[in-house]
């Protein structure tokens, strides 16, 4: 079954999904909300400078968190990150915390036949930050907000040849059955014709937070799904490692 080409289909919708917690995020004000979990649940550092890439690096998803078969290729880094973070921001009405941001990483994009799996984490000065953000990520526009950025890019870089059908989105405050740092999990699909074929590519999209971190993982699959055990065991062990980071 035929998948959009690397690395339009997975970063391109992680990039947009990713907005609030990823790409910079927004504030803390403005717009209806639901309630996740309350960041005084976790534990909170005062004295400890915010992690830099060496420790975010560290955070994001490893090889060694996958069984054998799925090989690493170069992240493909958004070059839009901070526009697109604006502009959802705008969407949702809500201030835009990129400036505060101190350090991010990528990890590489594992790749299994049509599976993939991308992570991203990213410091932040204070816990306001983090605060705000989740708040943005929880808002009640924050789905049809990041559903009107994908059909927008979606638009502007499809490649030659694939045409988009349709695109959706949905965000799902709290844990999700996941972590206890899960603040919010997506689920999102593009159809798309490539060569005369129909298929769609499935994304599933889960956010942590640390008190000055914000990380997600995400899980793609064209055709065949990421199995379930493969997937709890990456979100159990980046979620550790989210935690102690802070």
Known sequence: MPSLPRPTAS?????????????????????SRTTTTPLT?????????PPGPTQLQSIVVQA??????WVARPAAV?????????AFAQCVGVPNTTGDKVAVAYAPDFVKGTTYISSTASSFK????????????????????????????????????????????KITPGTGGGPANVVATATGSITFTNAGKTSTLN???VFFIAPR??????????????????????????????????
Do not use: M, W
């Open 78 to 86: 958004p070059a839009d990150a901070n526009a697109a973070a604006a």
């Open 213 to 246: 971190i914000e990380a997600h993982v995400d899980f793609f699959s064209v055709g065949s799904a990421i199995p379930a055990s493969v997937r709890t065991a990456v979100l159990n062990k980046v979620s550790a490692r989210v935690q102690n980071g802070s």
């Open 126 to 169: 204070s816990p306001v930050d983090v605060q705000g953000d989740t708040s943005g990520l929880t808002n009640a526009k924050a789905s049809d907000c990041f559903l009107q950025e994908i059909k927008s890019r979606l638009t502007a870089v499809a490649p030659k040849g694939v045409a988009v059908k349709s695109a959706t989105l």
């Open 11 to 31: 970063r391109l919708l992680a990039g947009i999904a990713g907005l609030a917690l990823l790409a910079g995020g927004c504030g803390s004000s403005g717009g």
């Open 64 to 69: 060694d968190d996958l069984p054998a078969g």
């Open 203 to 205: 994304e599933y999209l």
């Open 41 to 49: 649940s976790l534990p909170v550092s005062t004295t400890s400078p």
